[in-house]
């Protein structure tokens, strides 16, 4: 996006366009100059005008010309890419972490109150630090205008961090072949004033009315409040994490301390994995996509959540 105020959408922009500029500008150059040379040549040597050959054994002050001086443009370019480039490998401390996870085909960004949003909602001049998780296949978050893009690679820890700069909406795009439906595989960066950002991100603790009276129905309400089903569903679909369908009471496989044990499911590893969910990893399920839950979920609600897990069973 270009700017009128001549603030960038992204700290990356002006040293990327410099680099891109750079590169673009010596090729068109070398372009130009190689073809009129060698016009100029089939014109001045044709065999009409120049009908013995002349045998030319070498230049020194030539060949040393054309090599050092394409030298220089090459290491020129390589440090605009290489200044370009350092800051993103170094993510400020303050950054504001924002989970993304990639499946075929949509993006998720969940933010560290649970908050969960199609859409990447970020603040005004606030750094941010995305953890990059792919579900299942090779995919690659990029943003364009704040021209920033990297893979999504399942089971390997990745992240990319920019600054933005401007208000306004701008363009997500998956840039990895991820399989049929790859090019609707697509999302917004909205960039908000830091108060609009604050009224959005705080509507997520709003408690969700309880609806139904079942023995569950106080359980599903927190559950439905926190965020949970967005990544376990109760009919044994497996989204992000596993289903909640008959979990209760049954034997899982998991991994703790790297070791793969099978447990029960009952009221300790319930609350482990809500408030420690790095503890215990369920086989087969990434880690570190679970956030705690320990300063949001008391153990009167986890009582609740069990209660309604325990109406999932057979049912
Ligand atoms: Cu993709």
Redesign the pocket.
Known sequence: MYSTTGIEASNYVSTYNTAFYFIAGVSLLLLIGLTITMLYFVFRYNRKKNPVATQIEGNTALEITWTVIPVFLALFMFHLGWAGWKPTAKPPKDAMNITVV?R??SFLFIYENGKQSPDLIVPLNTPVKINLVSMDVI?SLFIPDFRIKSDIIPGRQKFMWFLPQLEGKYKIF?A?Y?GLQ?SY?HSTVDVMTQEKFKKWYAEAAKPVAITGTGPGAAGEAIMRSQGCFACHTPDGTKLIGPSYLNLWGSQQVILRDGKEITITVDPDYIKRSVLEPNADITKGFPANLMQSYRSTITDDDIAKIIEYLKTLNDK
């Open positions: 990639a075929m085909w995919h998956c990895e991820c790859h595989m």
